[in-house]
């Protein structure tokens, strides 16, 4: 039978990723892993940092932003070893001990490197530190961890009125504070939850919804003090604290297994286990939306790997239905909506996804990307406000198609190429490294 053929062309400034798949349909099969989770990968760096003695990661994803935190915790003094997925050691400073680095701190495309690393230095006393990113990261806001660092007391500089990078940060000694926050961030609640380490007192952030909760487990694991309400999405950490360096094991980064989650589900005569995923309640939310669609997804060897849950996931091609995503899902699945668009392509009925604005400000714009780019395909979508209505059934076609360097996005359009008629070509295709340097071996080994 004959395979899909997968071409990676490397240009001169940028990657074309090809795919053919044969004309009687590709089907997908085996077993996998995927990288370790991009969320895990960045704490496990940053808390080990900020910790006394040695903190060994086992698992570490060896995407584009972890290496941009390891860069910047180097820079500030912490000592770490070669990344590596086995085995990576940090030597930390001690809470308190980060040294003013003598040049600009670069966090590359990496949004929770910069907005984590905010409350971290703006709660260092006496120090001056400024920070920046890549030509992507400099257009996202940041006034979303600003505004609350400046409750507590923090004093930080930037571009259109300190909400866009480059940052400069005056450290100071902070003041604890309750903060309402208007949105459901993982990254606003570890931002301040980090700053408030420091701080005399307790610290507690309110959020409309739980979001994920990485953060409030490994600053526990690590001997934070914290108290956590589910109930009233509240949670609070008291301070000063003490941290004590600790063995970490990431598991398989969920968002990445959601590819070959919709793949497999999509593509007629497919049975694919993707193994060794971090199943954590906060971010299972792409799990309750394809078994909404009738995604045949079964939970297989369920464990507790270093106090996260893990689980292997066997998929099989199911004919999908449209359902409504919206609401107190989206924080638990907003990295996961661009496949999931892709998904709903090939359901029956219409998908509407709501309440999703939050991914106007990601990496690219990716609700006008995505209706771009898969309506390039021959998807029928259409763009709203705070997400896309898609109807499926349309016969997608293979076409020429951009990530618009946002590696979600390569990815999702790489997934729907798979039950595409003809060849499609994805331009800047190298987005994808950012949290899966191997997405594209990996597509050839399952489609083999």
């Known amino acids: 039978m004959p395979s899909t053929v997968v071409t990676l062309e490397n240009l001169e400034s940028q990657q074309q990723l090809k795919i053919q798949p044969p004309q009687s349909g590709p089907s997908l099969h085996g077993r996998i892993r995927i990288p370790g989770d991009k969320s895990i990968s960045h704490r496990a760096l940053m808390l080990g940092a900020l910790a006394e003695?040695?903190?060994?990661?086992?698992?570490?994803?060896?995407?584009?932003?972890?290496?941009?935190?390891?860069?910047?915790?180097?820079?500030?003094?912490?000592?770490?070893?070669?990344?590596?997925?086995?085995?990576?050691?940090?030597?930390?400073?001690?809470?308190?001990?980060?040294?003013?680095?003598?040049?600009?701190?670069?966090?590359?495309?990496?949004?929770?490197?910069?907005?984590?690393?905010?409350?971290?230095?703006?709660?260092?006393?006496?120090?001056?530190?400024?920070?920046?990113?890549?030509?992507?990261?400099?257009?996202?806001?940041?006034?979303?961890?600003?505004?609350?660092?400046?409750?507590?007391?923090?004093?930080?500089?930037?571009?259109?009125?300190?909400?866009?990078?480059?940052?400069?940060?005056?450290?100071?000694?902070l003041k604890p504070i309750h903060y309402h926050s208007p949105v459901a961030s993982a990254q606003v609640k570890s931002c301040i939850l980090l700053a408030g380490l420091m701080v005399e007192g307790s610290t507690t952030v309110t959020e409309p919804a739980l979001s994920r909760d990485h953060s409030e487990r490994m600053l526990r694991a690590f001997g934070a003090e914290l108290s956590v309400d589910p109930d009233a999405c509240r949670v609070t950490v008291t301070g000063p604290a003490q941290l004590k360096g600790q063995a970490v094991v990431v598991p398989g980064d969920i968002s990445s297994a959601a590819f070959w989650l919709v793949a497999a589900a999509i593509v007629p005569g497919s049975d694919l286990t993707v193994e060794n995923v971090g199943v954590n309640p906060t971010r299972t939310g792409i799990l309750e939306a394809m078994a909404m669609m009738g995604a045949d997804i079964e939970l297989q060897n369920e464990r507790i790997v270093a106090g996260e849950p893990v689980a292997d996931l066997r998929v099989r091609h199911s004919q999908l239905r449209a359902c409504e995503i919206g609401g107190d899902l989206i924080p638990r699945l907003i990295d996961e909506i661009p496949i999931l668009a892709v998904a709903a392509a090939f359901a029956k009925g219409t998908t509407r996804i709501r309440d999703a604005e939050e991914l106007r400000v990601k990496e690219s714009d990716r609700i006008a990307v995505m209706a771009t780019?898969?309506?390039?395909?021959?998807?029928?979508?259409?763009?709203?406000?705070?997400?896309?209505?898609?109807?499926?059934?349309?016969?997608?076609?293979?076409?020429?198609?951009?990530?618009?360097?946002?590696?979600?996005?390569?990815?999702?359009?790489?997934?729907?190429?798979?039950?595409?008629?003809?060849?499609?070509?994805?331009?800047?295709?190298?987005?994808?490294?950012?949290?899966?340097?191997?997405?594209?071996?990996?597509?050839?080994?399952?489609?083999d």
């Open 53 to 173: 003695g040695v903190t060994t990661v086992e698992g570490l994803l060896l995407g584009a932003d972890p290496r941009s935190t390891a860069r910047c915790f180097s820079a500030l003094g912490a000592e770490i070893s070669e990344l590596n997925s086995e085995r990576v050691e940090v030597k930390g400073c001690g809470l308190g001990q980060l040294q003013e680095p003598d040049r600009v701190l670069d966090a590359g495309n990496s949004g929770t490197t910069m907005r984590l690393m905010l409350g971290i230095l703006a709660s260092h006393p006496d120090r001056l530190f400024t920070i920046t990113g890549d030509s992507s990261l400099v257009k996202r806001p940041m006034d979303r961890v600003i505004r609350p660092l400046t409750e507590m007391g923090a004093t930080i500089w930037g571009r259109r009125g300190g909400s866009l990078a480059p940052l400069a940060v005056r450290g100071r000694k």
């Open 373 to 447: 780019q898969l309506g390039k395909m021959g998807a029928n979508i259409s763009e709203r406000p705070d997400g896309l209505e898609i109807t499926g059934g349309s016969a997608l076609k293979g076409a020429q198609v951009d990530s618009d360097t946002d590696h979600r996005i390569a990815m999702s359009l790489a997934i729907a190429a798979l039950n595409a008629t003809g060849t499609t070509t994805i331009h800047r295709a190298e987005a994808a490294a950012i949290s899966y340097p191997d997405f594209v071996g990996t597509l050839r080994t399952i489609c």
